[in-house]
């Protein structure tokens, strides 16, 4: 998007808010008849945050503009109705709900506000002429194949997930009550397998560092030496020391309750040293 507006085109950005949520109301505040396009991510990868799709998709209809959604972190974990919110253009990611790496596809809605796209390369006419190249077949099945499992049981799998997810907070809290919680308080409003907690007084690179074998990310990145917070976290507002000291715990289809019990322990035992 930022290349795009380099070339000429008009490009607004919206803040969310301290919960990681674009609102309809701000939507409706910068949109004209002049937009030619809405691209909203479905889900946070950091916070966790599930967007009000339907509602984002209303205004975008009434303003005669598409709506792209970027589903990477949805897919596979919460349910996005294309139809329900108008989408025009979703994209997703394989490797984010246990297909094949390297592979991803792109919904396109071919009645209504239909989109025309054109090719990013030229060549052959494969998918309709957009991507040239040899298909890549084992990708596409294996994708199919993750998404009919997904869709199978999306539900029991949220909720398993989600439930996993509320024990590790619970007993890192227990451990640790000084801890904050980014992204919505409301849990029906979030991955059921995201969490990301902020500790006072603790940088947050080190602390994964000091965890060893248990995968985390500091939600924070190190550029020439100096640790600079999350553009996520400055989004919403969150104060620059807990920004650092931020971890961001993912959890999924093959995690354990027993893993879970492991990942509190060291948690706990590292965040008091």
């Known amino acids: 998007l930022r290349k795009i507006e380099k070339e000429g085109w008009r490009l607004t950005v919206l803040n969310p808010d ?10 409706r505040e910068v949109i004209d ?5 809405v691209s909203i991510m479905a889900a946070n990868n950091e916070i966790g945050t599930v967007q009000p799709l339907r509602e984002l998709g209303e205004v975008t209809k009434e303003a005669g503009a598409l709506l792209h959604c970027d589903a990477a972190q949805a897919a596979g974990k919460v349910e996005v109705d294309v139809e329900a ?3 025009s ?5 394989g490797h984010k709900f246990c297909a094949p790496k390297g592979v991803g596809a792109l919904y396109k809605r ?7 796209l054109e090719p990013l390369a030229l060549g052959g006419g494969q998918e309709e002429g957009l991507r040239p190249g040899t298909l890549n077949v084992p990708g596409i099945v294996g994708l199919g194949e993750a998404c009919r499992i997904a869709r199978e049981d999306l539900e029991e799998e949220a909720a398993r997930v989600g439930q996993l997810r509320d024990l590790l907070l ?4 227990e451990g640790i009550p000084d801890v904050t919680v980014n992204g919505p308080a409301d849990t029906a409003r979030k991955l059921p397998g995201n969490l990301s907690l902020s500790f006072r007084s603790v940088d947050g690179s080190a602390l994964i560092v000091s965890l060893g074998d248990l995968a985390a990310s500091a939600g924070s990145a190190c550029t020439a030496g100096n640790a600079e917070a999350s553009y996520v976290l400055k989004a919403i507002g969150t104060p620059g020391e807990l920004a650092i000291s931020t ?14 019990h492991y990942a509190v322990g060291r948690i706990v035992e590292t965040g008091k040293k």
């Open 110 to 116: 071919k009645r209504g506000n239909r989109v025309r």
């Open 33 to 37: 008849e002049h937009t030619l396009m």
């Open 85 to 87: 919110a108008g989408i």
């Open 170 to 173: 619970t007993g890192v809290r």
């Open 18 to 27: 301290p919960e990681g949520f674009i609102t309809a109301a701000a939507l």
């Open 89 to 93: 253009l979703l994209s997703i990611s």
């Open 247 to 260: 971890l961001r715990l993912g959890l999924g289809r093959f995690t354990t309750e027993d893993e879970v």
